[in-house]
Each structure stands twice: as C-alpha cells, then as structure tokens.
C-alpha cells in the first residue's frame, strides 16, 4: 500500500466524521429535549424509597409525597467541552449542571479547604441526605415510566433514542443515548450535576488560598450555583 492509498484509507476509516453541522444542531438540541422530558416528569413521580434504605411511608395527612416536593428543578445549565467549543469529533458528549431549589439550606466549612458541609432544613432531613442519589433515583424512575414514543426524538438529521439512567461517577446521573442519523450510529453520554444556589461571599470564601483553579470559581459565579 503506498503512502497515497494509505492516507485515503486513514481519512475514510476514521477521519471522515459525516456531521453536519445542521446534524449536530439537531443532536443538541434533541439531548435537551430529552433531559427536559425526564425532569419534568421525574417531578411528579412519587418516591418510593431513597438512600440508605430510608423508605419515604404515605399517611392520611400526606398520602402522596413526590420528588418536586423534596426539590424543584429550575434551570438546565449547559457547561464542559462541547458548550466551550473545544469538543473534538462527533458530539457524543454532554455536560449540564441542574439548579434546584431544595429549601432552606446552611453551607459550612467542610473537613479540608474546597471542600462544605450541607446542612438541609427540617422536616425530611432523611430524604434529603443524599440529594445526588435521590436525582439519580429519579431520573431513573422518570425514564423508566416514559413510553417507547416518548423516549424518541426525531429531527430533521436523524432520531434519538433514550436508553437508560446509570450513577456515573460520585454517583451523580449519567443518562445513556443513541443517535442515529444518516451516514452513521453512535452512543451519546450526558453527565448531570445537581447544583443548589450559593452565595458570592460564600463563593469569594471557599475560593480563598487557590482551593480550586481560579475557572471554577469564574463558572460558579456565573452560574450562581454550586
């Protein structure tokens, strides 16, 4: 093979990516549909069971109690590689940060420097211990209750398929898609980080002593959230 067939072969196999940029117009925003759909609905679910085998019990007084009553989703915030414009390839990767309003809250020096300790209002304390794992519950819960219909969404360039909810890393919710378009399939991972408003003082203290790179703190206050 010489050098001529050799790089045709290397462009064709893999460096012919087939994307438009209408195609990934279309996967991002669909990737926010879904992520719409699976918030909204996981609202109005009950909850059934929540960390560390605390079982939420109905009762007269509050027969029903639904994730919206532990936390309100408010605002999708898109961030990482693809929404800083540095995402190579195809766009199969996606980070958003979800602010939600969870009551009431204290924010305390944590064990070391960069780090806090959250301490949630009374009344479900239990419920809301864990605030990552109880979204990553929901989530899943949410997705699992959507009928085939609802988990496709189709574009103009192609169809996205919602296929299921894991922990991710830190146990913080990964939601697993499938694109398919034209001239190819492939899987789409989308890391979500639930974040809780937090204060400019409270933002200018924790980043005292380069606790963390100065990027960081410039997002968390632009975001207003933590």
């Excluded at 958003?96 to 944590?110: A, L, M, R, T, Y």
């Excluded at 699992?144 to 919602?162: H, N, P, Q, V």
Aim: aromatic content about 8%.
């Amino acid at each position: 093979m010489n050098l001529s067939t050799f790089l045709s072969w290397l462009n064709e196999a893999y460096l012919s990516f087939r994307v438009t940029s209408s195609e990934v117009s279309d996967v991002e925003s669909a990737v926010l549909e879904a992520l719409s759909a699976i918030l909204i609905k996981g609202q109005t679910l009950k909850v059934e069971a929540v960390s560390g085998g605390t079982t939420i019990f109905s009762s007269e007084e509050d027969p029903t109690i639904t994730y919206g009553d532990l936390f309100s989703v408010e605002k999708i915030l898109p961030v990482g590689s693809f929404y800083e414009g540095t995402k190579l390839v195809l766009p199969n990767e996606f980070d958003f940060n979800v602010k939600i309003n969870v009551g009431e809250i204290d924010i305390h020096q944590g064990c070391r420097p960069g780090r806090v300790q959250v301490t949630f209002e009374s009344g479900r304390p239990k419920s809301r211990r864990d605030l990552s794992e109880l979204f990553v519950k929901m989530m899943d819960v949410s997705l699992k209750s959507l009928t085939d219909a609802e988990k496709k969404i189709t574009r103009e360039t192609g169809t996205l398929y919602m296929l299921s909810v894991t922990g991710g890393l830190c146990h913080v919710p990964c939601l697993e898609l499938e694109w398919e378009g034209a001239n190819r399939v492939f899987q789409i991972t989308v890391d979500i980080m639930p974040s809780i408003p937090c204060t400019d003082t409270f933002v200018e203290e924790l980043a005292k002593d380069d606790n963390f790179p100065l990027v960081f703190h410039q997002l968390v206050k632009d975001l207003n959230c933590f």
